[in-house]
């Protein structure tokens, strides 16, 4: 009886023993320690622990038990970098707009600024000093609008809100010069309509657009003249007179602004336009970060945290790829010299949309046009651009360097240096009053030229004594770039029989 009663304990025993080895069925299992690795090692298999730039993230069992919110700020903050690259060149236009109206008034149909003062010209993007502009900002969500162009030396265009040309105007428009009719349809109008009621008929892809024109004889006559025989209207309505506004001499700022106004400017505009196709992966992308069509601007604490990181790194990976362009080579073998515009007129191609080469154009300057982008002999203008010296070097305010322009410039017209701050991409404010303080052209009489015809500027902190009319000052850490305008260039420029060096250091 004994050894039956230590048998069946023993028996219990060995069951009790085995059930516990046996997991219990809903029982999580002890997790094992596992070593961190690296995101270009994870395996994304099983359970891992994974290092990435946004913290550690936990897999267990094929699932992510650690890290979704991490994994969901970093995919708005890349999102929010990249919509700031997107974004870049209808913000840009749209802050030149809001801007312009306020300082100048400029709120009807037939109000055109006139831009001429250094003050005027320093608030818009890589202004030119040399040539008046005259310049409209309007709206087809009102109703398509007809211009009367008059005949004259003037250049110009009409550009929608991503700054892509709608149609030139003058002597790089199909007027040539020599003036017409024109009407721009909004981008949910029916085209065909008004075929036969213009010269020229266009449609724009947004609602937003632009009427600028460059005079190219900077007469008083001229302007007069095409104050008095420039017409607008909506096309359902007659012409309204127009309105110049002249001498309104203001500091004011067209650079985009940073931070949140940049998202607010964004989502107004989001507003305001059709959804182009090419762009509604990007819409959803800035959905989540409150940028969406028919929804208030109001970002809550987390979507304003990663708007603000998100358009400081859109803007650094601009200013690296404006420095350091990886999409284009420098014109002339041996410089750094840049021709701008490295992207098509419509920014699209059968394969891709342009997307970095036209947001640093635009980072960096305003507008655009057929004669701009595909200057020919004789028509158009030709942007050169630099931001290094002989030795490769990033420009520096504190150093003083000189350009060596070689005689028989290969021009039509005429060539200008202007000088341009890195923070803002508008006209050097060094403290000047004058359009000389901030661009020399080959019109100005106060140039000294060398002996044999070539001419040296410089640029930078001091000016080498008695060369004070050939020199443009810098002040600060605020770096610098210049653009070396060619007005009607000419053969030579474009086989390249004409050159110019790089900027070199002087003591």
């Known amino acids: 009886m004994k050894f039956k009663t230590n048998f069946t304990l023993i028996l219990i025993s060995l069951l009790f023993i085995n059930c516990k080895k046996e997991k219990e069925p809903n029982t999580p299992e002890e997790k094992l320690p596992t070593s961190e690795i690296s995101l270009e090692n994870a395996t994304l298999i099983g359970d891992e622990d994974i290092t990435t730039p946004y913290g550690k993230i936990v897999m267990e069992h094929n699932y992510i038990t650690e890290g979704s919110d991490e994994l969901f700020d970093a995919l708005d903050f890349q999102r929010a970098s990249q919509a700031y690259i997107w974004a870049t060149p209808m913000v840009s236009f749209k802050q030149w707009q809001v801007e312009q109206a306020k300082t100048f008034n400029a709120t009807k149909l037939g109000d055109f600024v006139v831009y001429k003062s250094l003050k005027e010209k320093r608030g818009i993007v890589t202004a030119n000093l040399t040539t008046p502009y005259v310049i409209n900002f309007l709206s087809l969500a009102e109703g398509s609008i007809k211009v009367k162009v008059p005949q ?59 009427i600028g024109v460059r005079l190219l004889d900077p007469s008083p006559e001229f302007e007069s003249k095409i104050e008095k025989e ?26 985009a602004p940073r931070g949140l106004e940049f998202w607010k400017l964004l989502s107004e505009l989001y507003q305001e336009e059709p959804t182009r196709n090419q762009d509604k992966a990007l819409a959803a992308m800035l959905e989540p970060l409150g940028v969406a069509k028919g929804t208030p601007f109001v970002p809550n604490e987390r979507q304003k945290r990663i708007l603000l990181e998100g358009g400081a790194m859109g803007e650094l990976m601009l200013k690296n ?139 930078g902190a001091k000016a080498p004594e008695g060369m004070e009319s050939n020199f443009m000052k810098t002040v600060g850490q605020d770096g610098w770039f210049v653009y070396f305008r060619l007005y009607a260039p000419t053969q030579p420029f474009f086989d390249k029989s004409f050159s110019l060096p790089d900027f070199v250091i002087v003591n």
Do not use: C, H
């Not at 709608?166 to 075929?195: F, M, N, R």
């Not at 909506?234 to 001499?249: L, T, W």
């Open 152 to 210: 004259g030396p003037m250049a110009g265009m009409f550009l929608d809100l991503w700054q892509r040309p709608v149609s030139d105007i003058g002597q790089t428009g199909p007027d040539q010069g020599k003036g017409g009719t024109y009407i721009i349809a909004g981008p949910e109008d029916d085209l065909s309509k008004y075929q036969g009621q213009a010269d020229y008929v266009f449609q724009s892809e947004t609602n937003n657009i632009f």
């Open 321 to 459: 790829m404006q420095m350091n362009p990886r999409f284009a080579e420098p014109y002339w073998e041996g410089t750094s010299w840049y021709k701008s515009f490295d992207f098509t007129v419509p920014q699209i191609t059968k394969d891709k949309v342009e997307l970095d080469e036209r947001a640093v154009w635009f980072y960096e300057a305003v507008t655009s046009s057929e004669g701009m982008v595909n200057p020919t002999p004789g028509k158009g203008q030709v942007y050169m651009t630099v931001k290094r010296d002989s030795d490769k070097n990033l420009f520096r305010a504190d150093k003083t360097y000189k350009l060596t322009i070689p005689k028989d410039v290969p021009v039509a017209q005429f060539w200008s240096l202007s000088l341009y701050s890195e923070n803002t991409r508008r006209n050097y404010d060094n403290g000047g009053t004058e359009i000389a303080s901030a661009s020399l052209d080959s019109k100005m009489e106060q140039l000294q030229y060398n002996q044999d015809g070539s001419v040296d500027l410089y640029i």
């Open 230 to 255: 420039m017409q607008v209207a909506r096309v359902d309505g007659g012409y309204e007179s127009i309105r110049f506004i002249k001498g309104v001499d203001k500091e004011w700022s067209g650079t």
